[in-house]
């Protein structure tokens, strides 16, 4: 059966990148709506910062029905890998007249 599994190293190393990153991706885009809306561009910044916690509810339940989504595909997944190796078995031993 196919399982998730959790590889720290490479989760690890994408959220240090988007630790550093997203300050200074901010900052650049906000000097660039500066330039061209002025003032108004710092509505837009209290609203992303306002809205953080329903991102991250939202985000939250998302992962909860990812979860439980992999679960019912890991199944599916194992079920159909014991049909085609019972079909492998049947066509191996060439077993199609007597299972007819």
């Excluded at 196919?2 to 490479?10: E, I, Y």
């Excluded at 910044?45 to 992962?63: D, G, I, Q």
Aim: with cysteine.
């Amino acid at each position: 059966m196919c399982k998730l599994t959790w590889r720290p190293a490479q989760d690890s190393a994408q959220a240090i990148h988007t630790l550093w990153g997203s300050p200074i991706y901010i900052i650049v885009v906000m000097v660039l709506l500066y330039q061209q809306i002025q003032w108004a561009c710092f509505i837009g910044l209290a609203l992303m910062f306002l809205l953080a916690p329903v991102t991250a509810t939202v985000a939250k339940n998302l992962a909860m029905l990812r979860r439980s989504t992999v679960q019912w595909t890991d199944k599916r997944t194992g079920l159909m890998g014991e049909l085609v190796n019972g079909i492998r078995v049947v066509k191996f031993y060439a077993w199609e007249v007597p299972f007819r």
